[in-house]
């Protein structure tokens, strides 16, 4: 059975992890769960928002399971573990619709760094945040020293990373981290969705990709993304396939130019 499960409603879906016996640490089987849940959204085109939820009010997440790793050789570590959860949390950071994150519980670790990749974040009072790797004779794996340096005040991450020490919501919320702190942070984070549904489609897509861009989030992809989708809307586009099916040399005319 999936301790990961999907629904979408009316362009919205929610991820919501369920795994509350272990605080929704993460295993093997949900990173995999993940990633298969990740393909069905990147490839809907009605979709407008992801929220990411967890069962149970204790924890959103408080890592990567100890016991999927502590067995790991160095090199597997490396190649497998640390790899996939990378590979799996890029994906979506670079969705094309927005993604909230809700905070029921304590976001520890990769939690944390789970967290990190979604768009928005909305917490409950009772949340807490922490990088405790180093604790456990480990460092912060999945982004933690390198995406949530763009998010969140350098010395307050080294005291994170260095201390262990935890961060209460409300801090999190005065550093902007978090972008509010609710009794009802699913049905915030539901509202949050509702208002993006709203907008444009076409421009929150794009400005997404423009504000990943800023803050340096795959900023070579996001610039060829930008670029690819206004030149796929161009008449030299339409032209060039024509021409190219047609086996004909291309006629591209200068359309910035007004000869009427």
């Given amino acids: 059975m999936s301790n990961v499960h999907l629904d979408l409603t009316d362009g919205v879906a929610e991820l919501r992890l369920d795994n509350p016996t272990k ?34 009010d204790r ?22 573990w640390i790899r996939s959860g990378h590979r799996i949390f890029d994906r979506i950071a670079r969705l094309h619709v927005p993604t909230i994150a809700v905070l029921s519980g304590h976001a520890f670790g990769g939690g944390l760094e789970l967290a990190a990749a979604c768009d928005l974040r909305v917490a409950s009072p009772r949340a807490t945040l ?66 993006i549904k709203t907008k444009s489609p076409q421009a929150t897509e794009v400005a997404k990709y423009m504000l990943a861009a800023a803050l340096n989030e795959e900023r070579s992809a996001m610039i060829e993304a930008l670029g690819g989708a206004v030149m796929a809307a161009s008449p030299d586009k339409t ?22």
């Fill in 239 to 260: 032209e060039g396939v024509a021409a190219f099916r047609a086996k004909r040399p291309a006629n591209f005319k200068d359309n910035s130019r007004d000869d009427t």
């Fill in 59 to 80: 924890a959103f997440c408080v890592g990567a399971d100890i016991n999927a790793w502590a067995d790991l050789s160095p090199m597997d570590f490396a190649r497998y």
């Fill in 130 to 195: 922490a990088l405790p790797e180093t604790g456990v004779g480990i460092v912060p794996g999945w982004s933690g020293t390198q995406r949530l340096v763009q998010l969140m005040p350098a010395a307050i991450l080294k005291e994170l990373v260095l201390t262990g020490r935890r961060l209460s919501a409300e801090r999190a919320y005065t550093l902007g981290f978090v972008n509010s702190v609710s009794d009802d942070p699913r049905g915030d984070a539901f509202a949050m969705a509702a208002e």
């Fill in 23 to 56: 605080l929704n640490a993460l295993t093997p089987a949900m990173l995999a769960d993940l990633e298969r849940h990740l393909t069905v959204l990147e490839t809907n085109a009605d979709l407008r928002c992801v929220v990411l939820t967890a069962q149970g």
